[in-house]
């Protein structure tokens, strides 16, 4: 039981450049996230997904996008990378509130990533 | 806006009871409070959480105020490995975890 693995771990891109950062999960979670952590700060929701084949915005979306066509994989997409979006990617799956479900998160270890 | 305050910093010797603050003065009745910690170069994980009554875990315990407007994360023993940054979350209704986690209170625990 692997939990949740993201892959890449560490990216370097240069300006414009595209790239994607894909999460798996192995617990059967309906639910996946995307966050970003800046230094000193705390984790900043980007987007995230209530189920196979839906995605909804978090509070930072501008320049991500992302796909969940399997229930087990949200990737996030970096269309043309901008410096802004250096950052340390977590990626994090839950349960639902639904019967003895707490909403527990649980996250991935992060994917450092780059942007020159 | 699902904001908590904590303090930036805390610190305790290794074996002793840590009581970390947390401050939620605008909690709505249904919001659960959460609390997650992040070690050094991981991600978050989930300590506890609860409503309005007081709770325990193999990690840690969580005593929440009767007005609801301040909880307090219990650790009982502080080691070493328990030096990370604590996460006081509030937790609205619905099925979606879209946590707002903030700064955090940054834990030292020393010899």
């Known amino acids: 039981n692997a939990g949740v693995t993201q892959t890449p771990k560490f990216r370097v891109l240069k300006t414009g450049q595209s790239m994607t950062l894909l999460c798996a999960q192995d617990m059967n979670h309906e639910y996946m996230y995307w966050y970003r952590q800046d230094p000193g700060m705390g984790l900043r929701l980007i987007h995230y997904?209530?189920?196979?084949?839906?995605?909804a915005k978090g509070e930072v979306p501008d320049g991500y996008n992302v796909s969940r066509l399997k229930k087990q994989n949200f990737l996030l997409g970096l269309e043309s990378a901008a410096p802004s979006q250096t950052s340390v990617y977590f990626c994090?799956?839950?349960?639902?509130?639904?019967?003895?479900?707490?909403?527990?998160?649980?996250f991935g270890e992060g994917s450092r990533l780059t942007v020159l | 806006d699902a904001k908590t305050t904590q303090p930036n910093s805390m610190e305790s010797n290794e074996e002793e009871p840590v009581h970390l603050p947390c401050n939620h003065s605008?909690?709505?009745?249904?919001?659960?409070i959460h609390w997650y910690r992040q070690l050094p170069s991981q991600g978050p994980e989930y300590v506890i959480h609860?409503?309005?009554s007081n709770v325990n875990n193999r990690m840690a315990s969580l005593a929440i105020a009767e007005d609801r407007k301040s909880s307090t994360l219990i650790l009982h023993r502080a080691t070493l490995r328990d030096a990370a940054v604590y996460y006081c979350i509030r937790k609205p209704t619905g099925t979606a975890s879209k946590l707002t986690f903030g700064t955090g209170t940054r834990l030292q625990v020393t010899l």
């Open positions: 997904s209530v189920g196979e084949g839906t995605t």
């Open positions: 609860g409503l309005t």
């Open positions: 605008t909690i709505s009745g249904t919001d659960y």
């Open positions: 994090a799956s839950s349960y639902g509130n639904r019967g003895p479900h707490t909403g527990e998160l649980f």
